[in-house]
């Protein structure tokens, strides 16, 4: 099965401060790769699918990119609605696999 | 807009059984995946099967293979996940989530999901 290592676990931002999270696929997935963001009691939600795709509807504040088997979410300008945990999964093959989760936190 | 509704949750002890239903609407004219994601308490996500368009393929996670069967039924629009040798660690919310096809080589995230029921294993 394919691992998704995802760090930081926790993350502690400032309203406006530009975040980075990072997934790294312990073997080739290609780009499929998708980011959810996920609130307390809520079902997740898709943010960016093929690695840098943003879904409909989504603000253009995120964004995703990789390098070979690094994936990285980046929020240029974090807002009060952006404070959630934030995972990534792999659809490159099964069984689809996600990342542990972020939890970006209000400093 | 796609809408998916999922019932079935509930209290059950170890090594009883328990079905699972997603009640699905909005899916014109493509053709849906439909996936079971669950989190245990406080946990993160975990993917656990899921069943093509026409049910003919389908997937499990290592942790559920030979105790849990995906279905679907187009005509009912609703699919089902029979659960069987219940274990404690499958004490979890079970999302129903759905994705569209894939279509001129872009493959998609799973874009819509249910509100999700709660499965609780114990003696």
């Known amino acids: 099965d394919i691992q998704m290592t995802q760090s930081p676990s926790t993350l502690s931002a400032s309203v406006g401060d530009r975040v980075t999270i990072t997934c790294r696929a312990s073997q080739s997935i290609s780009n499929w790769l998708a980011w959810y963001q996920q609130k307390p009691g809520k079902a997740p939600k898709l943010l960016i699918y093929r690695a840098s795709s943003l879904e409909s509807e989504v603000p253009s504040r995120f964004s995703g990119s990789e390098s070979g088997t690094e994936f990285t979410l980046t929020i240029s300008s974090l807002q009060p609605d952006d404070f959630a945990t934030y995972y990534c999964?792999?659809?490159?093959?099964?069984?689809?696999?996600f990342g542990q989760g972020t939890k970006v936190e209000i400093k | 807009q796609v809408q998916l509704v999922e019932s079935g949750g509930g209290v059950v002890q170890p090594e009883r059984s328990l079905r699972l239903s997603c009640a699905f609407s909005g899916f014109y004219s493509t053709s849906y995946t439909i996936h079971w994601v669950r989190q245990a308490p406080a946990r993160g996500l975990e993917w656990v099967t899921s069943i093509s368009n026409g049910g003919h393929n389908q997937h499990y996670a290592d942790s559920v293979k030979g105790r849990f069967t995906i279905s679907r039924d187009n005509s009912k629009s609703t699919m089902y996940l029979e659960m069987s040798s219940l274990r404690i660690e499958d004490t979890a919310v079970y999302y129903c989530?759905?994705?569209?096809?894939?279509?001129?080589?872009?493959?998609?995230?799973?874009?819509?999901w249910g509100q999700g029921t709660l499965v609780t294993v114990s003696s």
């Open positions: 989530a759905s994705r569209r096809d894939c279509s001129g080589g872009i493959c998609y995230g799973l874009d819509s």
């Open positions: 999964q792999q659809y490159n093959s099964y069984p689809w696999t």
